[in-house]
């Protein structure tokens, strides 16, 4: 599976847009892009998943470049409760056998008053 | 529609005894992966698992460690001779049989403590 790269740590104002990027720049055609969020060691919490076009659910949005070599995920009114650890995950798609997630080290999500 | 349901959340283990995780995936789900994390670090995978098979447990120690999920019945993480690094929060999680592109579901987690 492609390597991903996240930031750190962010900061969001409660009520803003919080926009998480992640560089996928080796990610082949097959591989879906995937985040999944993890509330203070709670179970990590799917959000979004993407090929190559734009997604949105109830959740959040997900942007991929035309490339695909990088994506952003939008969460539109961040509230105090969407502060987490906020993981990219690109993985291979179906080839008859469900594959494993890998997770790296994520997005820390602060969001604040 | 029941999600997936770890159990014991806690469990205290001394210090050479046995630990048994539970896993029951949701209704459905033939797929399960066991995680660990250690405290303040990320997910590490462990093993997935179809009924009564083991597909890829590349991320399992050697030794003490092993898994099943039997064809009735839970999926098990079994840890022999326990000892104070296995101390660590331990999640599973499934997904439906040949539906790749879905995202995962993952329970709440054990915290397994070691003394």
């Known amino acids: 599976d492609a390597k991903t790269t996240q930031p750190t740590s962010m900061d969001c104002a409660e009520g803003r847009a919080a926009n998480l990027p992640c560089n996928h720049s080796t990610i082949s055609g097959n591989e879906y892009v995937y985040w999944y969020r993890q509330i203070h060691s709670q179970g990590p919490q799917y959000i979004i998943h993407g090929l190559k076009n734009n997604e949105t659910n109830e959740m959040a949005s997900l942007i991929i470049t035309e490339d695909r070599k990088s994506s952003t995920l939008i969460l539109p009114h961040a509230t105090l409760r969407d502060t987490a650890v906020y993981y990219c995950?690109?993985?291979?798609?179906?080839?008859?056998?469900?594959?494993?997630?890998?997770f790296g080290t994520g997005t820390r999500l602060q969001v604040t008053l | 529609n029941a999600g997936v349901m770890q159990n014991p959340r806690h469990l205290v283990r001394r210090r050479g005894q046995e630990a048994r995780l539970r896993c029951s995936p949701m209704?459905?789900?033939?797929?399960v992966y066991w995680y660990r994390q250690l405290p303040e670090e990320g997910l590490k995978f462990m093993v997935y698992?179809?009924?009564?098979?083991?597909?890829?447990e590349s991320g399992m120690p050697k030794e003490r460690f092993s898994a099943e999920f039997p064809k009735e019945g839970p999926s098990i993480l079994r840890i022999q001779q326990v000892v104070r690094g296995d101390s660590a929060a331990y999640f599973c999680a499934s997904s439906p049989e040949q539906k790749d592109n879905y995202g995962y579901t993952f329970g709440s987690g054990t915290r397994l403590t070691v003394v």
């Open positions: 698992l179809q009924k009564e098979n083991i597909i890829d």
């Open positions: 209704k459905g789900h033939s797929h």
């Open positions: 995950i690109v993985r291979v798609r179906n080839t008859g056998t469900a594959s494993k997630l890998t």
